[in-house]
């Protein structure tokens, strides 16, 4: 199989805490996007990093790349309840690839 | 804006049976994602088009194809259903190419075969 894997499959922090999700990929790729899917439903886009980049912020989230291990990170700091849902990394080179997911839990 | 609207929402249908599924993506966008997400799985790529062509194909027998209208709308068509094609089905789609663009997703189709 192609697709990526996920680390770890589930993570379950309390509220305020920080929370970490790693992805590791196969193909070469053009960029990385993390996804977050509530509940088997649609996924968001959270956030893009090209393959030359290392790190990229947004809001609440940071995420960083290294291309020679082929692994990515997502880090979510001071987490809150409604941050509960699956996150997917996706690879995207010339096919798109979705990491097995991390199903995050946050208790209030 | 409307987003990626998918139809139907859920469906039921018993082993050998056909389905198709159908998706508009958002205006402006002319590449479509198909995607299967078996419970508790990742997503599975099954096929990219844009303007009309099939551009990719992901690891899935012929029994899955589909197809895009002029519109940009696709169609996902699965025959001779099996169990294990049960499956939520999600389509996205993007500005044209798939270099650095964002998909936008649907909420997606779930198919039970029974």
């Known amino acids: 199989s192609q697709q990526g894997e996920e680390d770890p499959q589930a993570l379950s922090i309390q509220e305020g805490e920080n929370a970490t999700m790693n992805c590791s990929y196969k193909t070469s790729i053009n960029n990385l996007q993390w996804y977050r899917q509530n509940s088997g439903r649609g996924l968001v886009h959270l956030i893009l990093?090209?393959?030359?980049?290392r790190e990229k912020h947004s809001g609440r989230l940071r995420v960083t790349l290294d291309t020679s291990k082929k692994s990515s990170s997502l880090l979510i700091t001071a987490s809150r309840a409604a941050d509960t849902a699956s996150y997917f990394c996706?690879?995207?080179?010339?096919?798109?690839?979705f990491g097995t997911g991390t199903s995050l839990t946050v208790i209030p | 804006e409307a987003g990626v609207t998918q139809s139907p929402t859920h469906l039921i249908k018993t082993r050998g049976q056909q389905v198709t599924l159908r998706c508009s993506p958002i205006?402006?966008?002319?590449?479509v994602y198909w995607y299967q997400q078996a419970l508790g799985l990742g997503l599975q790529f099954l096929l990219w088009?844009?303007?009309?062509?099939?551009?990719n194909r992901g690891n899935f027998p012929p029994r899955f194809s589909g197809r895009q209208f002029p519109n940009y709308s696709s169609e996902l068509n699965v025959n001779a259903l099996e169990l294990e094609d049960s499956a939520l089905y999600l389509c996205a789609s993007s500005f044209p190419g798939a270099g650095a663009n964002v998909l936008t997703f649907g909420a997606g189709s779930r198919l039970t075969v029974l």
């Open positions: 990093i090209r393959s030359n980049e």
């Open positions: 205006s402006g966008h002319t590449s």
């Open positions: 996706e690879e995207v080179g010339n096919q798109f690839y």
């Open positions: 088009y844009d303007e009309g062509e099939e551009r």
